[in-house]
């Protein structure tokens, strides 16, 4: 990993409660929501998705074949270099483009730093990183704002493209397809170590390598398959995620504990109770939406909430999934099958042990 030479600094020790990009709790988003109530808006027949949906990013149609892509994304250190904290929050932006289907254009570096506190080229070491993922996504970073601030945040505001009629988005899952997860899970218990100091080289290894690839092949596979429900998973965790597709789409889903895969070292973090303010939230707020079956461990069921930095994406496909999957694996993807969509009651989730 790249480390400044002048200055020794644990970024996450700057961050309170650092362990995963978080968005806001959902508790927390459906109060605010609800307080705020309709917010007004002009109308414009062009925007495809936007605030009401609540999903990855909005959407608006510039022409019969066109549609720009909107989203922003940003957080505080969950790493302690510099360039790969970059790297995970220009790849952690990038991903809802791409869970809409989309391509990346153009990019905004989003960054607030304690100036007095952390020198200015550590600053531009962390930008360097984002440059550094955005350029390999064929997406130009064109300029910014950084405001001061005792906490340090880095993300990126990114445009992107994609043709209408091949947008994917949470609304759309269907009974009887099936669930596809493109990246293992265990970001935040290992992010949560990270800050304790607690985990190892080889497992951090692991993590930045899983957060720092792109989703760029997953969603050009799923478009290229006619996968019409995708979302990617970061904060609110698989389950978490999950229950808002399922939600979106007036439909339940089962989840095939034993199916699910976790990068190295996530399982052992767990059982060592490395969980994230966010994974506890994520839990709490999902009780009485998941049903976890007995044989499921409390491991497998910390990580299945697990809120994740720069995640995998979840696709709701129809069958036959096999030459997706296949598709995936070409692409040097680490894509499983770890459920379905079904009937019943909008947004509720069975996790069973096993695939039935």
Not at 80 to 107: C, H, Q, T
Request: hydrophobic letters at 45%; a negative charge.
């Amino acid at each position: 990993m790249s480390e400044l030479t002048a200055q020794t600094v644990r970024l996450t020790s700057l961050s309170p409660g650092a362990g995963c990009a978080c968005k806001l709790r959902q508790a927390s988003l459906t109060q605010l929501m609800a307080g705020l109530g309709p917010l007004a808006q002009p109308t414009n027949d062009n925007l495809l998705i936007g605030l009401s949906e609540g999903d990855d990013a909005a959407v608006l149609r510039l022409s019969q074949d066109q549609a720009l892509i909107l989203t922003t994304d940003f957080f505080t250190p969950i790493v302690d270099s510099p360039f790969e904290w970059g790297r995970i929050a220009a790849a952690n932006a990038l991903s809802d483009v791409y869970a809409m289907g989309g391509k990346p254009l153009v990019a905004l570096n989003l960054a607030a730093w304690p100036a007095d506190e952390l020198p200015i080229d550590m600053l531009g070491e962390v930008m360097r990183g984002g440059a550094a993922v955005a350029t390999s996504a064929g997406c130009a970073v064109v300029g910014g704002h950084t405001i001061d601030d005792p906490v340090p945040k880095y993300g990126m505001a990114v445009v992107g493209m994609a043709h209408p009629d091949q947008l994917l988005s949470i609304d759309r899952a269907a009974p009887g397809d099936q669930l596809i997860l493109t990246k293992p899970l265990g970001t935040g218990v290992i992010s949560t170590a990270i800050k304790q100091g607690a985990a190892s080289e080889d497992v951090v290894r692991a993590a930045v390598r899983s957060m720092t690839t792109l989703n760029a092949s997953a969603g050009e596979t799923a478009v290229a398959a006619g996968v019409a429900a995708a979302t990617d998973v970061t904060g609110f965790g698989l389950l978490g995620h999950l229950h808002r597709m399922l939600a979106a789409s007036g439909l339940s889903g089962e989840v095939y504990a034993d199916r699910v895969p976790f990068l190295p070292g996530a399982w052992e973090l767990a059982k060592e109770g490395f969980v994230s303010g966010g994974t506890r939230a994520n839990i709490s707020f999902l009780a009485s939406a998941v049903d976890i079956a007995d044989e499921v461990s409390p491991e497998a069921s910390i990580l299945l909430h697990d809120a994740q930095t720069s995640g995998g994406l979840l696709m709701a496909a129809p069958q036959p999934v096999e030459h997706l999957l296949e598709d995936l694996w070409r692409r040097g993807l680490y894509a499983t099958l770890v459920g379905r969509v079904i009937d019943g009651p909008q947004g509720r989730i069975v996790v069973t042990g096993e695939q039935p």
